[in-house]
């Protein structure tokens, strides 16, 4: 291992930093700029590199990882591995659906991660599979989770050390203490046809945000996937997950979430506005987040999280695990389009 010292090409953000919602108030941020991480005690902080990339794209996260450039003393998580792998309850062989919580409990333990860890999760693009991996660690009941905003990229960009080649023997721990997701943290299959079939004014209805690209939503540009047609859950809404995000740009090469105001307006506009909103906030209100495989999903359950937080407006998020690709593989899924509906068979 080489641990290489980093001149800063940019000037350092101003970090903006979130507790998590009212379940805990005495939680860590959900999200914390570099010069946050810096400040945190590195005997009970781990930074976690959870990079992912769409199945058309060639790079690999795990090789990028052991060769480096890593932040210091981080650990690597594969949301592919640590993930429900068992047939019998993952008979579509669907990708990195939430893992059981002994699973998840095992492969912190392996990583050096105790219950009490502030566990700072980060990607390679800056925010892209990073929220994905705090969901996880929030399904069971981890609440020391943040996510690192501007990922690796902006942890270079402001300077800071990083590591490079071999990764260093952390040694294991035992996690005790993971819980079961909490019941409509995770959204099932036959509960989103259910809701799909509402109308939106019965007020039992819950609003579905897609994720993926409009165009891909509309039917009209692939999917990433094989043999996946493109479309929509009926009554879903298009919201990409770029609304979130200030997009990267050459002289500054990481993607990042947008401040809390603006999140809060994607928010509203993909419900249907604020009387939708309102409507949300004086009822059972639930949002439901969806994307192609319930990994951008997830950027959009953090928005949610960190604007219930600053704002205090109770509105729960979950999220579709299988998503686009778990609901659209079936032949009995009805897909809109703007060209039109498949029925259900």
Known sequence: MVLLPRQSRLPACKGRAFSTSSYNQNSVPLLISPKQLKELPKNSTIPLDVSWHMPNNPRSALADYLAGPRIPNARRWDLDEVAELDPRKNPLSLTHMLPSKELFAEACGKRGISRDTHVVIYDTLGIFSSPRGLFTFKAFGHENVSVLDGG????????????????????EVEYTGATEPEPGFVRAYDEVVKNAQKPSSDPSSKPLLDHRPTPRWEGSAPEPRPGLPSGHIPNSRSTPFSSYLVPM???????????????RSVLVDGVGGTESWEKLKSGDGEIIFSCGSGMTAGIGWLAMEMVKHESGEQIRGSLYDESWTGYAVRPESAIATNKGSRASN
Do not use: C, F, M, Q
């Open 152 to 171: 690796l990229p902006r942890w270079i960009a402001e300077g800071n050390d990083v590591e490079l080649g071999d990764v260093p023997n952390h040694g």
């Open 249 to 263: 740009s050459d002289k500054r090469p990481y993607t990042s979430y947008r401040p809390v105001e603006e999140l």
